[in-house]
């Protein structure tokens, strides 16, 4: 896919571009100035993260979720999937996973040696975690001789950017319990959060077994920084993991880039300007997603509606007959008529697992006007200057629009074939 954009875009043609999941707003000032302040920092450091930096970020957990959280459960490492590689060298079991999923969850799990057991989730209850598919799937590996041990899934969820309820949560780590499983949970999008109920960790109800992974990356648009956090269980098994994660930090990757760490102390501190940014970064990105999304029902298109992120996940199956018609019988000759026909490039929902016959594509709202730093700085600015997000799409988002206004030429002509 992404070597066809790049012969297009060569060959002079326009691509809108919905696959990156990279959020795209500015550094921060304080954050930039304070990696800039230590740029001579360039000694290792502690292979778990400097001490006054993973209190800071405990002291963040409890302020932004409600998470009590001590220093020593703090872990930071080079990206959250270097992480949760290095706790799946650390444990032992099988993994049991719903899907669709992130795709780098099952890579990660054959570099480390570890079983998988995939469970669809209903489409039809927009992939919602369901405890009786996983019980279910738990008792037919029981068959088997195979019992999982880790139970790993993202909240919010990517691909489809909803999210967990607390009484969902609660049935969710009363299975896990009962169950005996450690949970992994990717809470990455965890800042990004424009739901009214806010985000809820498993964490909070089932503290002693679960680890959570976060990092930088999305809510404060740092991804190529590669900063990344764990948070372990306050347990003798959160000691021993901690022990057990020093000695692989110590083979791989020594310590955390001395000057990011520096900066991550401004990102995870309690500084009102900050803050403020996080959250009006979350309001662009719900501004932005919401609109596609809405633009989707208008046309007709079955879609999960999002509650945090900056993902979209419809699904094209009630256009079966006029797809097969045009060739298309998967979500990736989907993908592919798409980028050929109307320059729209998307990830096909195979790549997360999914059934490649429920005609499922992810969308991403987050590179889309912001292509270049410039952009990204022009789009915040006029957040600032108005934030009304009517106003804001209108004004600072034309390939976006544009985006909308193909979709719906596409599902037009699909709905032509169904006249009689």
């Not at 571009?17 to 550094?27: C, I, K, N, Q, T």
């Not at 957990?61 to 799946?88: C, D, M, T």
């Not at 789009?379 to 390939?399: C, K, M, S, V």
Request: charged share 20%.
């Amino acid at each position: 896919m992404n070597d066809r954009v790049q012969e297009m875009r060569a060959a002079g043609r326009e691509v809108y571009h919905l696959g990156f999941g990279e959020s795209r707003f500015p550094v921060h000032p304080l954050v930039a100035k304070a990696l800039q302040d230590n740029a001579q920092q360039r000694s290792y450091l502690p292979a778990l993260g400097i001490p006054e930096l993973r209190q800071t970020i405990a002291t963040f957990y409890e302020r932004h979720f409600n998470l009590p959280v001590a220093a020593n459960q703090v872990v930071i490492g080079p990206g959250s999937k270097s992480l949760l590689y290095a706790l799946l060298v650390a444990l032992d079991g099988d993994i049991i996973m719903p899907t669709p999923a992130w795709s780098s969850y099952q890579d990660l799990a054959t570099l480390s040696g570890r079983l998988l057991l995939e469970v669809p989730m209903d489409p039809g209850d927009d992939y919602r975690l369901d405890v009786n598919r996983l019980q279910g799937a738990m008792s037919e590996a029981a068959e088997q001789w195979r019992r999982p041990d880790l139970l790993l899934f993202s909240t919010p969820h990517n691909p489809t950017s909803t999210t967990l309820s607390l009484e969902e949560t609660q049935k969710l780590t009363d299975f896990a319990r009962d169950r005996e499983l450690m949970i992994l949970s990717d809470e990455i999008y965890g800042m990004v959060t424009y739901d009214s109920a806010g985000h809820v960790s498993p964490a909070h109800t089932y503290a002693d077994g679960t680890i959570v992974f976060g990092g930088l990356s999305k809510h404060m648009s740092l991804g190529g920084w590669r900063f990344g956090v764990a948070i372990l269980p306050p347990t003798a098994a959160g000691v021993a993991l901690e022990r057990a994660l020093k000695a692989i930090a110590g083979c791989i990757w020594s310590c955390v880039t001395a000057p990011v760490q520096f900066a991550a102390q401004v990102a995870y501190g309690d500084n009102p300007q900050v803050a403020a940014y996080m959250q009006a970064c979350t309001e662009m990105h719900a501004a932005r997603t919401r609109y596609l999304y809405d633009a989707l029902l208008e046309f007709g298109v079955s879609c999960p509606e999002p509650r945090a992120a900056f993902y979209l996940y419809p699904s094209f199956a009630r256009w079966r007959k006029p797809l097969a018609a045009r060739g298309v019988f998967t979500c990736q000759d989907l993908g592919h008529y798409l980028l050929e026909n109307y320059e729209i490039a998307v990830l096909p929902g195979a790549t997360f697992g999914d059934d490649p016959h429920a005609l499922s594509l992810r969308l991403s709202t987050s590179f889309l006007d912001m292509e270049t730093d410039e952009q990204a700085q022009s789009i915040t600015t006029g957040f600032y200057d108005d934030p009304d997000a009517d106003r804001f799409i209108h004004n600072q988002h034309p390939r976006l629009r544009e985006v909308a206004s193909r979709l719906a030429d596409f599902v037009t002509e699909l709905e032509e074939d169904f006249k009689p």
